[in-house]
Nanobody, 127 residues
Framework: QVQLVESGGGLVQAGGSLRLSCVAS????????MGWFRQAPGKEREVVAS?????????RYADSVKGRFTISRDTAKNTVYLQMNSLKPEDTAVYYC???????????????????WGQGTQVTVSS
């Protein structure tokens, strides 16, 4: 079993920044990719970004966050980060991290490929 714990959420004004962290623990942690997802009230969960765990050099982003969000990871700390800049009210959601054991040529953006999920952290952006 793998446990994922997110932190770093909070309330921020539009245009501000937040940095989310997700620490993985449990049985020997082996991941092909890690991703960040979000779910706003009344909306479906959507992917935000994903990263190849081993190299960290391959990343993918949803169009809505490209140029504003950056995903990164620290394998020594078993931690994945999401740096969020230029936040907008429409970024308000519960943010979840997840880990995938499915290997694909690019880090997967499909929620069905993710095996373990964190409990989520709330991000609220005020206008």
């Amino acid at each position: 079993q793998v446990q994922l714990v997110e932190s770093g959420g909070g309330l921020v004004q539009a245009g501000g920044s937040l940095r989310l962290s997700c620490v993985a623990s449990g049985r020997t942690f082996s991941s092909s990719a890690m991703g960040w997802f979000r779910q706003a009230p009344g909306k479906e969960r959507e992917v935000v970004a994903s990263i190849r765990w081993s190299s960290g050099s391959s990343t993918r982003y949803a169009d809505s966050v490209k140029g504003r969000f950056t995903i990164s990871r620290d394998t020594a700390k078993n931690t994945v980060y999401l740096q969020m800049n230029s936040l907008k009210p429409e970024d308000t959601a519960v943010y979840y991290c997840a880990t995938s054991s499915v290997w694909k040529p690019l880090p997967t953006m499909g929620a069905r490929d993710y095996d373990y999920w964190g409990q989520g952290t709330q991000v609220t952006v005020s206008s």
